[in-house]
């Protein structure tokens, strides 16, 4: 492979190509989008992957937990994306319940993610358990991206948004888990926050690239929330999160300097207003 990165070109990034990264040993760069603003930024910029997560229940509607969720939220939000991606992979995040009843049920949302949000693949939680709906989604022709580790939607059961599988039986049915995913036909595993070690052991066990979220160095691939690198979100500040920027400062500053220009007749000024 070339010294150019492939974020420098405008190949359009498929479910291929992070495979093939992950063989030649390049990184990929993942974060979320769930507008067709911030989709474009982060599109042009060279992203490799936008995830349109149902954390959007948190980022974009102020819900505690991604459970509140529906499929025509996501199918909304993805389609918003689609729309402001030119290059970029865009995964979209299959909801709570609508793909853990039935494989068939999880077609169906599948299907309908896909046809009417134009997605490009889709992303489920889980390990062993939904291997069979894996399967019947993937045969379809529809790709799939595994989330193994913390997995938001389970959050009632776990009770808890600690590290998890840092116990050895936890973190040996975690790699079991990975791997019937990986037979089961996903291109991709997302591993939120476990032990660095044990994810390590994953990705060289793997031969479909990881993506990782307090997960450590050693994953195929990176995501972040948007808000929280940019530094929108005050209020998140786990160990793994880097801000590369402090956008809540600069927008709360221009927000006050507006209101002191509107309340001063500063604003509009002479050249701002027509005659």
Known sequence: MSSQKRSDRQDKVTTQTVVQMKQQNEKI???????????????????????????????????DTTVP????????HTSCVVRGVERALVIADLPFMS????????????????????????????GKTISKTVKKIVDAGIPVMGH????P?????????????????EAEQLLEDAKKLEKAGVFSIVLEKIPSPLAE???????????????????????????????????????????????????????????????ESDFPNENERYN
């Open 153 to 169: 939607q389970s959050i009632y059961k776990f009770g808890t948004y600690k590290v998890r599988a840092k116990e050895e039986e």
């Open 29 to 63: 760069s993942m974060l979320t989008a769930y507008d067709y603003t911030m989709a474009g930024i982060v599109d042009s910029a060279g992203i490799d992957v936008i995830l349109v997560g149902d954390s959007a229940s948190n980022v974009m509607a102020g819900f």
């Open 148 to 151: 193994l580790g913390l997995t």
């Open 201 to 263: 052991k994953v990705t060289a066990e793997l031969s479909i690239p990881t993506i990782g979220i307090g997960a450590g160095p050693h994953c195929d691939g990176q995501v972040l929330v948007t808000h929280d690198m940019l530094g929108l979100n005050k209020d998140f500040s786990p160990r793994f999160l880097r801000r590369y920027a402090d956008l809540h400062s600069e927008m709360t500053g221009a927000v006050k300097q507006y209101i002191s220009d509107v309340k």
């Open 69 to 76: 969720m529906t499929l025509d939220h996501m199918i909304y």
């Open 99 to 126: 793909y853990q009843v039935t494989p068939k049920e999880a077609l169906i949302s599948a299907g309908r993610m896909m046809k009417e949000a134009g997605a490009h693949a889709v992303k489920l939680e889980g």
